[in-house]
Nanobody, 127 residues
Framework: QVHVVESGGGLVQAGGSLRLSCTAS????????MGWFRQAPGKEREFVAA????????NYADSVKGRFTISRDNTKNTMYLQMTGLIVEDTAVYHC????????????????????WGQGTQVTVSS
């Protein structure tokens, strides 16, 4: 059973930056494709970014492309989301997700593609 835990959320002014972390345990981290999703109040969970097992392949939602960077450190069993140029619309609970059935891809963009989820970390961007 894989467990993932997010950290790094907080309150930031518009234009600022945050780095989220997601640490996994209970499985072989190199066998996991991973992603970030977010959910704002009253809205559905939406795809933010995905990364394959090696970090060589990444994929981003159009809304964050050029502002967010997903990466991973397999020696630390940790995935990151560096967020820059934050806007009020980025306010949401950010969830880390992991899946082992196809670790070579960065095309897992639906919540139903992932089996393992973290509890989420709140990101609030003030104007």
């Amino acid at each position: 059973q894989v467990h993932v835990v997010e950290s790094g959320g907080g309150l930031v002014q518009a234009g600022g930056s945050l780095r989220l972390s997601c640490t996994a345990s209970g499985g072989n981290f190199r066998n996991l494709a991973m992603g970030w999703f977010r959910q704002a109040p009253g809205k559905e969970r939406e795809f933010v970014a995905a990364i394959n097992w090696s970090g060589a392949l990444t994929n981003y939602a159009d809304s964050v492309k050029g502002r967010f960077t997903i990466s991973r450190d397999n020696t630390k069993n940790t995935m990151y989301l560096q967020m820059t140029g934050l806007i009020v619309e980025d306010t949401a609970v950010y969830h880390c997700a992991a899946e082992s059935w196809n670790p070579t891809t960065a095309r897992l963009t639906s919540p139903t593609d992932y089996h393992y989820w973290g509890q989420g970390t709140q990101v609030t961007v003030s104007s």
